[in-house]
C-alpha cells in the first residue's frame, strides 16, 4: 500500500518570504563572526516563523539536519586528525560550510528549496 505523506510546500512566495529564507540560509554564517550565533540565529528565525510560513519549515529542518551532520563530520574528521587525514576532512567542512549556506540562500532568494548534500536526514 503507498499512501503519500503531505508535505508543506517548500516553495517561498512572497518576496518577504524569499529575503527571509535566504536571511535563514546565511545566518549560519554567523559562526565565523561569534561562534554560536551561527548555530542561534538559524533556529532562533526557523522557530519563530515556521509556523506563520510553512515554506520556512522545510528550509528550517535542512539547517538544522546540515548543523548535525557537519556537527558529526567534525567529530570524526578530529578523530582522524590523529593520523593526520582528518585534517583534510576539516578543511572540506570548512568550505562546505561557506558553500552550503551561500547556495542555499541564493536558491531561496529564487523561491526554489534546496537540499544540502551529505546531510544527513534527522528531522523530515
Known sequence: MNQMQHQPPSQLQTPEQKQLGMFLHLS??????????GIIAPIVIWQMKKDKIPALD???????NWMLSALIYSVVSGILAIVLIGFLGFIALMVLSVAFPIVGAVKAYNGEFWEY???IKFLK
Open 58 to 64: 522545510a528550509h528550517g529542518k535542512m539547517i538544522a
Open 28 to 37: 549560519q554564517l554567523f559562526n565565523f563572526i561569534l561562534p554560536p550565533a
Open 117 to 119: 548534500p551529505l546531510t
